[in-house]
């Protein structure tokens, strides 16, 4: 199933929005997965310059059948942010009518940010499968960073959003965060995935734009506490 994979790792202020300083200054991952044998493809967090993400994936032949969205901040998804307005899943809908995928948790907090409706938005569970073409990809609740961010596992590969970087994780000082959560959701929710997975982060905060799970685990920091207690000691608030 593997060369039927549809998988691109775009970077903001340099595969697209180019001339947005805060594109460049934030560093964002988005992804493109789909299927090469029906055309078919998802976006996983479309911010800051729609118009190309829609290009790049006519150009490669693939169209856009849904949004998958990790968490609700605007340099994700689009709203308002600092006092920009960042371009996301409301632009979107003004090009294509897609289903828009997202954990029930952060259904509030998404619709505050970007002002997209309810009835445009797709809640799923933790478990729940969203079919791209014939491909599956997992959705994985991992809340901590927000209370319904989102993993999504697809050929072997894990995009983490801001659950986890390949140095460090997402903040847990915001609102919605909660960092005893982050810690269940590092530990116990991404244990299934194995460590021979590739881990895409939702930034390029590290040298490296990916790494595997394994060499994750064994270097990044927030794995070091051996307990609960050890972690909020480290990284409570």
């Known amino acids: 199933m593997t060369e039927r994979l549809y998988f691109r790792q775009l970077l903001s202020g340099r595969d697209l929005a180019t001339d947005d300083m805060m594109a460049r200054q934030m560093v964002n991952f988005i992804y493109l997965i789909g299927d090469r044998e029906t055309g078919e493809a998802v976006v996983i967090d479309p911010a800051y310059d729609v118009a190309t993400i829609l290009d790049t994936l006519e150009a490669d032949g693939m ?20 006092g920009f307005n960042v371009r996301g899943i409301s632009d979107l809908l003004e090009y294509t009518s897609v289903p828009i995928h997202l954990q029930r948790d952060e259904l509030d907090y998404v619709t505050k940010t970007t002002g997209v409706s309810k009835n445009e938005l797709t809640l799923h569970d933790s ?14 609740h991992t809340p901590g960073h927000t209370p319904g961010s989102q993993c999504f596992l697809v050929a072997n590969r ?15 000082d915001l609102p919605g965060s909660d960092p005893h959560a982050m810690y269940e959701s590092l530990t116990q929710k991404l244990s299934k995935v194995p ?3 590739l881990l895409y982060p939702g930034h390029f905060y590290s040298p ?14 927030v794995f070091k506490p051996k307990t609960e ?6 990284f409570g608030h």
């Not at 490296?208 to 920091?221: A, D, H, I, M, V």
Request: with cysteine; proline share 1%.
């Open 127 to 140: 478990g729940d499968i969203v079919q791209v073409g014939g491909l599956d990809i997992e959705l994985i």
């Open 229 to 234: 207690e050890q972690w909020m000691m480290m």
């Open 63 to 82: 169209r856009l059948t849904g949004v998958l969205a990790t968490h609700y901040h605007a340099d994700h998804i689009g709203g308002s942010m600092m």
């Open 195 to 197: 460590d021979k997975a």
């Open 158 to 172: 894990l995009v983490s959003g801001d659950t986890l970087f390949l140095d460090g994780c997402g903040r847990t």
């Open 208 to 221: 490296q734009p990916y790494s595997s799970l394994g060499e994750t685990r064994r270097e990044n920091y």
